[in-house]
């Protein structure tokens, strides 16, 4: 191949060289987003809003088969809102850009630019719920949320970002909590098996819990740094906000009651992850399930032969598009095959598809893996069920690949020293023992500069004593330097 052809892997830093650079580098190169005039703001590219659009619809899909809806609320909220919940207020004060004059004219009260709507929707609930017979109320909202952070990332960490929040009213505690721990599974089962993320279950400590819930929980994922990235989380609220909404319905024994409530969400941050966890030096590469291109066709061959094999081309992509593959050809003459292998594969495009005139002759094409780089001769009357099979691999590639990494980069320690060590020299997790104690938690942070991530749900390892204090422990916890 010629070193023309190698143009845009030069143009992207090594992993190893500097992980953050190769991070800005690839979601630039592969067209994905550009910077706004907006501090913290980005402009999704039709390549990286189309990843959005294929997580946003099928979240959507599962949201609907147990019973949600979609709902819209105001992007504008009041001053006087958040004052209602103390700790909920305190939590997002630091990130909440306001509005104080409008028209030319000041604002009574001055409007916070959404930065989640527990507040906004708690109350509506007040007004529309009145008997149990409204309950439960299974509600999901598609948004934008403003959060004035101070050092941004795009896709990880954005001043404005887009996400879906669930917000739900039930009964009693019972079905609140149930609720919490089905939508955790829903967002473990389509991380693990729509993007090929694996991530670790569990609930937050209090001082990571989201600002007014009971109990938070969450899905964590691994980077190719080590660090992780909070994928999504779930909360049981108790009844803190439907106290400060007052939020009450008639219950069966015609007494008024506090409604218990429950919220959740997932964002753009996940585009974010998939790119850290299985991107390579080459560039994207994406899980099957959301790439735009799904299956790129290459023809190639001398330029006596160009229209034969361009037609045929031709007649593969409607087969594919047919059976519902997004496929792209790329019949350009004037560019080289080998400079359009490295840019799909840069692109992150899950498999190639080259065809030539002895290929037409023998009745067959290539496959081409951007995981393995495997390559497959195929019967082109078998086109459709090989390409449909390549996906499963590839997919089922990048979890293990993902998985296995992960394993290779997860540790257990004993004492602070331990970590400390642990987090200089080798990036990754680790589990250690705490006694509960917010101090101990603190003093984690500050001497490793890692957070605890949640007390996994399931850990082969179980510890026994405090990492600080030596104190017994109360939780194994996952502990990691995060984005």
Same mark, same amino acid.
Request: charged fraction near 30%; aromatic fraction near 10%.
């Given at each position: 191949?010629?070193?023309?052809?190698?143009?845009?892997?030069?143009? !992207?830093?090594?992993?190893?060289?500097?992980?953050?650079?190769?991070?800005?580098?690839?979601?630039?190169?592969?067209?994905?987003?550009?910077?706004?005039?907006?501090?913290?703001?980005?402009?999704?590219?039709?390549?990286?809003?189309?990843?959005?659009? @294929?997580?946003?619809?099928?979240?959507?899909?599962?949201?609907?088969?147990?019973?949600?809806? *979609?709902?819209?609320?105001?992007?504008?909220?009041?001053?006087?809102?958040?004052?209602?919940?103390?700790?909920?207020?305190?939590?997002?004060?630091?990130?909440? #850009?306001?509005?104080?004059?409008?028209?030319?004219?000041?604002?009574?009260?001055?409007? &916070?630019?959404?930065?989640?709507?527990?507040?906004?929707?708690?109350?509506?609930?007040?007004?529309?719920?009145?008997?149990?017979?409204?309950?439960?109320?299974?509600?999901?909202?598609?948004?934008?949320?403003?959060? %004035?952070?101070?050092?941004?990332? #795009?896709?990880?960490?954005?001043?404005?970002?887009?996400?879906? +929040?669930? @917000?739900? &009213? @039930?009964?009693?505690?019972?079905?609140?909590?149930?609720?919490?721990?089905? !939508?955790?599974?829903?967002?473990?089962?389509?991380?693990? *098996?729509?993007?090929?993320?694996?991530?670790?279950?569990?609930?937050?400590?209090?001082?990571?819990?989201?600002?007014?819930?009971?109990?938070?929980?969450?899905?964590?994922?691994?980077?190719?740094?080590?660090?992780?990235?909070?994928?999504?989380?779930?909360?049981?609220?108790?009844? $803190?906000?439907?106290?400060?909404?007052?939020?009450?319905?008639?219950?069966?024994? $015609?007494?008024?009651?506090?409604?218990?409530?429950?919220?959740?969400?997932?964002?753009?941050?996940?585009?974010?992850?998939?790119?850290?966890?299985?991107?390579?030096?080459?560039?994207?590469?994406?899980?099957?399930?959301?790439?735009?291109?799904?299956?790129?066709?290459?023809?190639?061959? #001398?330029?006596?032969?160009?229209?034969?094999?361009?037609?045929?081309?031709?007649?593969?992509?409607?087969?594919?598009?047919?059976?519902?593959?997004?496929?792209?050809?790329?019949?350009?003459?004037?560019?080289?095959?080998? %400079?359009?292998? *490295?840019?799909?594969?840069?692109?992150?495009?899950?498999?190639?598809?080259?065809?030539?005139?002895?290929?037409?002759?023998?009745?067959?094409?290539?496959?081409? =893996?951007?995981?393995?780089?495997?390559?497959?001769?195929?019967?082109?009357?078998?086109?459709?069920?090989?390409?449909?099979?390549?996906?499963?691999?590839?997919?089922?590639?990048?979890?293990?690949?993902?998985? =296995?990494?992960?394993?290779? $980069?997860?540790? =257990?320690?004993? =004492?602070?020293?331990?970590?400390?060590?642990?987090?200089? +020299?080798?990036?990754?997790?680790?589990?250690?023992?705490?006694?509960?104690? +917010?101090?101990?938690?603190?003093?984690?942070?500050? +001497?490793?500069?890692?957070?605890?991530r949640n007390i996994p749900f399931k850990t082969e390892v179980q510890k026994h004593t405090?990492?600080?204090?030596?104190?017994?422990?109360?939780?194994?916890?996952?502990?990691?330097?995060?984005?």
């Open positions: 191949m010629a070193n023309d052809d190698k143009q845009f892997v030069t143009e !992207i830093t090594p992993q190893q060289e500097d992980f953050s650079r190769w991070y800005i580098d690839v979601i630039k190169k592969a067209d994905l987003m550009d910077y706004s005039p907006v501090r913290g703001c980005i402009v999704f590219k039709p390549d990286g809003y189309e990843i959005w659009e @294929h997580i946003q619809q099928e979240l959507d899909r599962r949201f609907k088969e147990t019973g949600h809806r *979609n709902a819209y609320f105001p992007l504008f909220i009041p001053e006087s809102f958040f004052q209602k919940e103390k700790e909920h207020v305190e939590g997002f004060n630091p990130e909440l #850009p306001w509005v104080t004059e409008a028209a030319g004219e000041k604002l009574e009260e001055r409007l &916070a630019i959404r930065p989640t709507s527990e507040t906004m929707i708690g109350h509506m609930y007040e007004r529309w719920i009145q008997s149990y017979r409204d309950l439960p109320v299974l509600i999901n909202q598609w948004a934008n949320v403003v959060r %004035w952070e101070k050092r941004t990332l #795009p896709f990880l960490r954005t001043s404005e970002f887009l996400w879906q +929040e669930g @917000h739900t &009213a @039930h009964e009693n505690e019972e079905e609140a909590r149930e609720e919490t721990m089905k !939508i955790l599974e829903i967002y473990r089962d389509f991380v693990e *098996n729509y993007l090929a993320i694996p991530v670790i279950v569990g609930q937050k400590t209090p001082s990571e819990k989201f600002a007014g819930a009971v109990d938070t929980f969450s899905i964590e994922a691994m980077m190719k740094d080590g660090r992780a990235v909070q994928a999504g989380t779930s909360h049981y609220l108790g009844t $803190n906000f439907a106290k400060a909404f007052e939020i009450k319905y008639l219950n069966r024994e $015609n007494v008024q009651e506090y409604v218990h409530t429950t919220s959740w969400g997932v964002s753009t941050r996940l585009i974010g992850s998939l790119i850290m966890v299985h991107g390579d030096d080459r560039g994207l590469a994406l899980p099957p399930k959301v790439a735009p291109k799904q299956v790129m066709i290459i023809p190639i061959g #001398p330029p006596k032969t160009r229209d034969l094999v361009v037609g045929k081309a031709d007649e593969l992509f409607s087969e594919l598009k047919k059976a519902g593959i997004r496929v792209g050809i790329d019949d350009r003459a004037d560019v080289r095959p080998g %400079w359009k292998f *490295n840019e799909y594969e840069m692109r992150g495009v899950p498999i190639r598809l080259e065809i030539g005139p002895r290929d037409m002759e023998n009745g067959v094409c290539v496959l081409v =893996s951007r995981i393995s780089g495997e390559k497959k001769v195929v019967e082109q009357a078998n086109l459709v069920e090989e390409v449909q099979a390549m996906l499963e691999q590839v997919h089922q590639e990048m979890y293990n690949r993902a998985k =296995s990494f992960r394993e290779e $980069n997860f540790y =257990s320690v004993d =004492s602070l020293d331990e970590m400390k060590a642990k987090v200089e +020299e080798q990036r990754g997790f680790t589990l250690a023992g705490w006694c509960g104690s +917010e101090a101990c938690e603190d003093t984690v942070k500050s +001497e490793t500069g890692a957070t605890s405090c990492l600080v204090c030596g104190e017994q422990a109360k939780h194994t916890v996952l502990f990691a330097r995060a984005y």
